[in-house]
């Protein structure tokens, strides 16, 4: 019976950049690049799903849970737009970085060094972010199985990664770190990639259902990423637990 989620490698690698987090020029350009259509999708989305009506802040009230949260990249912008945010990393110095910003930013955001596993919290979630995580992690499904117990019945679980196809592999791999130099050589392994179909699958079982999927192109030319029909590399999903 598997109890531990965390890949060590996966957090040494990411703890030795931690400070370059809100560097926008930094090892976390291409997140910095990534951010907005994340943000879009995910208001969008919960808007909707919950038909929010408060245009000033329009997430408040909402329980997110951001898992594998780094520095705080997308817990901050959510907690702007209104919503309560909880980060939590197995990184003890993404969770320190995390903590500084926010403080600096006047953001009442709570992290916690903690995988899903080993969190433990009376209250359960509206919404769940594994955003750019499941590929890091030592057992998918466990971590999915763990994400799922924090998470309200009738709640949204929110997932972006790479599909594991011979384009990903050479897209997000040999272009983005060996040619394009865009991320450290070695961020990703392709074996931990996933396709849309596992994860849908692998979700079934612990009560999702697949209600959107997008895919995600970057566009060289005006320096920005876009919604696109192409899943072959990166994709954003929404699943609803019932």
Same mark, same amino acid.
């Given at each position: 019976?598997?109890?531990?989620?965390?890949? %060590?490698?996966? $957090?040494? &690698?990411?703890?030795?950049?931690?400070?370059?987090?809100?560097? @926008?020029?930094?090892?976390?350009?291409? !997140?910095?690049?990534?951010?907005?259509?994340?943000?879009? /999708?995910?208001?969008? *989305?919960?808007?909707?799903?919950?038909? =929010?009506?408060?245009?000033?802040?329009?997430?408040?009230?909402?329980?997110?849970?951001?898992?594998?949260?780094?520095?705080? !990249? =997308?817990?901050?912008?959510? @907690?702007? =737009?209104?919503?309560?945010?909880?980060? $939590?990393?197995?990184?003890?110095?993404?969770?320190?970085?995390?903590?500084?910003?926010?403080?600096?930013?006047?953001?009442?955001?709570?992290?916690?060094?903690?995988?899903?596993?080993?969190?433990?919290?009376?209250?359960?979630?509206?919404?769940?972010? *594994?955003?750019? $995580? +499941?590929?890091? +992690?030592?057992? +998918?499904?466990?971590?999915?199985?763990?994400?799922?117990? =924090?998470? &309200? &019945?009738?709640?949204?679980?929110?997932?972006?990664?790479?599909?594991?196809?011979?384009?990903? /592999? !050479?897209?997000? $791999? +040999?272009?983005?770190?060996?040619?394009?130099?865009?991320?450290?050589?070695? @961020?990703?392994?392709?074996?931990?990639?996933?396709?849309?179909?596992?994860?849908?699958? @692998?979700?079934? %079982? /612990? *009560?999702?259902?697949?209600? #959107?999927?997008?895919?995600?192109?970057?566009?060289?030319?005006? *320096?920005?990423?876009?919604?696109?029909? #192409?899943?072959?590399?990166?994709?954003?999903?929404?699943?609803?637990? /019932?």
């Amino acid at each position: 019976m598997k109890n531990n989620t965390i890949n %060590n490698e996966e $957090i040494e &690698k990411f703890s030795k950049i931690a400070e370059e987090w809100w560097d @926008t020029e930094g090892k976390f350009k291409p !997140l910095h690049k990534f951010n907005p259509i994340r943000i879009s /999708y995910i208001k969008d *989305n919960i808007i909707n799903t919950f038909k =929010l009506k408060n245009l000033e802040k329009p997430l408040e009230k909402i329980k997110i849970l951001d898992v594998g949260c780094g520095g705080g !990249l =997308l817990s901050e912008p959510l @907690t702007r =737009l209104g919503a309560k945010v909880i980060g $939590i990393d197995a990184s003890d110095k993404n969770i320190n970085v995390a903590k500084l910003h926010a403080k600096k930013s006047n953001l009442n955001i709570k992290y916690f060094c903690k995988s899903p596993e080993n969190f433990e919290t009376k209250e359960k979630f509206d919404v769940i972010l *594994n955003m750019e $995580i +499941v590929e890091h +992690v030592a057992d +998918v499904n466990f971590f999915l199985k763990s994400c799922s117990k =924090l998470l &309200k &019945k009738n709640g949204i679980m929110f997932v972006a990664t790479i599909n594991k196809t011979l384009k990903s /592999y !050479l897209f997000a $791999i +040999v272009g983005a770190e060996y040619i394009l130099r865009w991320l450290p050589i070695g @961020t990703h392994e392709w074996e931990k990639f996933v396709k849309p179909e596992e994860l849908e699958e @692998t979700l079934k %079982n /612990y *009560n999702f259902e697949l209600s #959107d999927i997008s895919g995600l192109k970057f566009n060289i030319i005006n *320096n920005q990423w876009y919604f696109s029909d #192409d899943k072959s590399v990166n994709y954003i999903s929404k699943f609803v637990k /019932y």
